[in-house]
C-alpha cells in the first residue's frame, strides 16, 4: 500500500507547511505501534501516550500524517444522519445506537478541542437535508417522525425560507438538524499531530509493505525499516483490506469535491449574504455543498468504485466538471472560473453501515470504516480502542460494542459489479440533485 500526497485539497493548503517530518529508516522495537495517523491513529495515540507515558509508542503512516480522508472530507461532525434504511422499531433501535456512537463522538471532539485550545472553525449552526424535489417530502417527513421519538431537535423549511438561509432558490424542501457541527477538517487533525505526546513518536511516508505474528510478537515490514512491537492497532480506515486486515467486511470509495475561491463582497451580497451553512442530500448520490466561514463554497457529488491511492489529473478534472455543474444550477450568478482546487478522497463502507472496532488476535486490534462519519467517531473509536488494548473497559467501549457489528461482504468480482450498479442506481435516481 502507498498512497500519493499531493497538494489539490483546499483544506490542506489553508495550512502552514510542516518541517518536523520524519521517514522510517532503521529497524526499531516499540511497546505499541499504531498503523494511520489520521483522527483515529491519533486519538488512539494520544490516549496511549497519556496512558503510558514511559513507553515507547509508534505511529506511522504511507503519506503524510493527517493528509488523507481525515482532511479531505466535507468538515461536518454529525449527529444524525439520513440514508440508513430504518423504518421498523427494531430499526430504529439500532439507529438510535448509531446516535448515540455520534452524540458521543462529538463530545470526543469537544474535549480534545477545549483541553487545547484549538481553532478549528468549529460552528454549531446544525445542518440541512435538502432536496430540490417536492416529492422528496414524505421522506422528510419520515426522517422527522424518527427524530422527534429521539429526541433530535429539527424543523422542515420550504423554498422561500431556503433562500434567505443558503443564497439559493435550488432547494424547495429541507429538514434541518440543530446538532450537527461544522468546521475546518483540516486545522481539527493539525492540531492533533501538534498535540501528541512527547513518547509519541510520529513516521510519515513510510509504507507497510507486509506483518505477521511471530513469538508473541508483532513483526512490520516497511519500504525502509522494520517495527517488532507487542502490540498494534490498525487504523488505515478505507486501506485495512489492502494490510490484510478485516478484508470480507468493508471497502473503499472514491469521492471528489471541489471549493472555490473566496467569493468577492459583490458575490457574496448576490447570493443575499447568508451565514455558514452546510446541505447534505436526500438522496444518497445528491451533491453536499458547504459554505464555509471565509466565504467558499464547497460541492461534493461524485462516488465510485476507482484505483483508491491515486487519481490522475485528467480524472479529477473530469469529476471537476460535475462540480462546476452542480455549482451553476445553484448559484448561477457566480463566475465559471470560480472553482480555485479539485481532490480526491476515500470513504470506507460497510454492508450494514456499521463501524469495525474489535481485537482480531491476541494484541492485535482494529478501528476504521465510519461510512462518512469519521471525524467524531474516528476521534472517539482512536481513544476507546487504545482503552480495549489495554484490557480496559469503559462506558464508551459498552456503547460502541452494542451496536450492530459489520456483516460479511460477497467476494470478488460480485462485490464491484454490485457497488457499481448500487451507485449508478443511486446516480439515477438523485440526477436532478447532483
Given at each position: 500500500m502507498e498512497v500519493i500526497n499531493d497538494n489539490n485539497c483546499s483544506w490542506i493548503n489553508d495550512l502552514n507547511l510542516r518541517t518536523n517530518i520524519q521517514t522510517l529508516s532503521s529497524n526499531l522495537i516499540c511497546e505499541w505501534l499504531i498503523i494511520g495517523a489520521g483522527y483515529t491513529g491519533l486519538s488512539a495515540a494520544r490516549k496511549l501516550g497519556q496512558l503510558y507515558p514511559n513507553q515507547k509508542i509508534l505511529l506511522v503512516d504511507s503519506q503524510l500524517a493527517g493528509e488523507g480522508a481525515s482532511s479531505r472530507n466535507s468538515g461536518y461532525l454529525v449527529?444524525?444522519?439520513?440514508n440508513d434504511g430504518f423504518s421498523s422499531n427494531k430499526e430504529l433501535i439500532n439507529y438510535k445506537k448509531k446516535t448515540d456512537i455520534y452524540k458521543l463522538g462529538i463530545e470526543s471532539v469537544k474535549k480534545f478541542i477545549k483541553e487545547h485550545q484549538v481553532d478549528c472553525d468549529w460552528n454549531e449552526c446544525g445542518k440541512y437535508?435538502?432536496?430540490?424535489?417536492?416529492?422528496?417530502?414524505?421522506?422528510?417527513?419520515?426522517?422527522?417522525?424518527?427524530?422527534?421519538?429521539?429526541?433530535?431537535?429539527?424543523?422542515?423549511?420550504?423554498?422561500?425560507?431556503?433562500?434567505?438561509?443558503?443564497?439559493?432558490?435550488?432547494?424547495?424542501i429541507a429538514l434541518h438538524t440543530k446538532g450537527g457541527i461544522l468546521l475546518h477538517p483540516g486545522k481539527l487533525v493539525r492540531a492533533m499531530i501538534d498535540t501528541l505526546p512527547e513518547n509519541v513518536n510520529?513516521?510519515?511516508?513510510?509504507t507497510l509493505l507486509n506483518w505477521k505474528k511471530f513469538n508473541g510478537k508483532i513483526n512490520c515490514n516497511f519500504k525502509t525499516?522494520?517495527?517488532?512491537?507487542?502490540?498494534?492497532?490498525?487504523?488505515?480506515?478505507?486501506?485495512?483490506?489492502?494490510?490484510?486486515?478485516?478484508?470480507?467486511?468493508?471497502?473503499?470509495?472514491?469521492?471528489?469535491a471541489s471549493m472555490t475561491r473566496p467569493l468577492t463582497d459583490k458575490e457574496f451580497k448576490s447570493i443575499g449574504n447568508p451565514k455558514e451553512?452546510?446541505?447534505?442530500?436526500?438522496?444518497?448520490?445528491?451533491?453536499?455543498?458547504?459554505?464555509?466561514?471565509?466565504k467558499r463554497i464547497l460541492i461534493r457529488n461524485t462516488a465510485e468504485v476507482h484505483n483508491?491511492?491515486?487519481m490522475i489529473q485528467s480524472d479529477l478534472e473530469k469529476r471537476s466538471i460535475k462540480q462546476k455543474i452542480g455549482l451553476k444550477k445553484r448559484f448561477p450568478q457566480l463566475p465559471?472560473?470560480?472553482?480555485?482546487?479539485?481532490?480526491?478522497?476515500?470513504?470506507?463502507?460497510t454492508r450494514n453501515s456499521s463501524q469495525i472496532f474489535e481485537k482480531i488476535d491476541d494484541n492485535i486490534f482494529v478501528a476504521g470504516c465510519y461510512n462518512g462519519s469519521g471525524i467524531g467517531v474516528g476521534t472517539l473509536f482512536g481513544e476507546q480502542i487504545a482503552f480495549k488494548a489495554s484490557n480496559e473497559n469503559t462506558n464508551e467501549i459498552e456503547t460502541i460494542e452494542a451496536r450492530s457489528k459489520p456483516t460479511r461482504?460477497?467476494?470478488?468480482?460480485?462485490?464491484d459489479l454490485g457497488v457499481k450498479v448500487r451507485l449508478m442506481y443511486e446516480r439515477i435516481r438523485a440526477r436532478s440533485e447532483i
Open positions: 449527529d444524525t444522519t439520513l437535508f435538502a432536496s430540490s424535489l417536492l416529492e422528496d417530502e414524505d421522506i422528510l417527513k419520515n426522517f422527522s417522525d424518527t427524530l422527534s421519538k429521539l429526541g433530535f431537535e429539527h424543523n422542515l423549511l420550504f423554498q422561500e425560507e431556503l433562500t434567505n438561509r443558503l443564497g439559493t432558490n435550488f432547494y424547495n510520529l513516521y510519515e511516508n513510510s525499516g522494520t517495527i517488532k512491537t507487542k502490540k498494534v492497532i490498525f487504523a488505515t480506515n478505507g486501506f485495512l483490506k489492502s494490510l490484510g486486515v478485516k478484508t470480507n467486511y468493508n471497502f473503499p470509495i472514491t469521492l471528489t451553512w452546510g446541505v447534505l442530500p436526500v438522496r444518497p448520490m445528491g451533491a453536499t455543498i458547504r459554505l464555509t466561514k471565509n483508491p491511492y491515486k465559471d472560473n470560480i472553482i480555485q482546487s479539485s481532490w480526491s478522497g476515500i470513504v470506507s463502507r461482504l460477497p467476494p470478488q468480482p460480485f462485490l
